[in-house]
């Protein structure tokens, strides 16, 4: 089994930042994305970004694009996701996954998730 803790949520105004930690307890797979997913109260879960482990390759979802940015310190195998411009509909818990498909944007293909941090962002 592998424990993923996310960190860092909180409320902020319009226009902060925040960095969001994920630290996991192991390395379950040689090969893996870490990605960040978020859910708003009464939507679905929504792919936000992604990097792999083994290039630090990084994909992004078009909303997120150009404000955050993912990155990872492989020495404690931690994936941070800094939050620029946030804005009122960032507000979400953010969740942290690992998977070792190529399918980094389908949350089905992720079988570890940690507990969720929430980020509220007011206007």
């Known amino acids: 089994q592998v424990q993923l803790v996310e960190s860092g949520g909180g409320l902020v105004q319009a226009g902060d930042s925040l960095r969001l930690s994920c630290a996991a307890s192991r390395r379950p797979f040689s090969n893996y994305f870490t990605g960040w997913w978020r859910q708003a109260p009464g939507k679905e879960r929504e792919f936000v970004a992604a990097?792999?482990?083994?290039?630090?390759?990084?994909y992004y979802a078009d909303s997120v694009k150009g404000r955050f940015t993912i990155s990872r310190d492989n020495a404690i195998i931690t994936v941070y996701l800094q939050m620029n411009g946030l804005k009122p509909d960032d507000t979400a818990d953010y969740y942290c996954?690992?998977?070792?498909?190529?399918?980094?944007?389908?949350?089905?293909?992720?079988?570890?998730w940690g507990q969720g941090t929430q980020v509220t962002v007011s206007s």
């Open positions: 996954a690992l998977t070792d498909s190529n399918q980094f944007a389908s949350a089905e293909h992720y079988p570890y």
């Open positions: 990097i792999r482990n083994i290039d630090d390759i990084t």
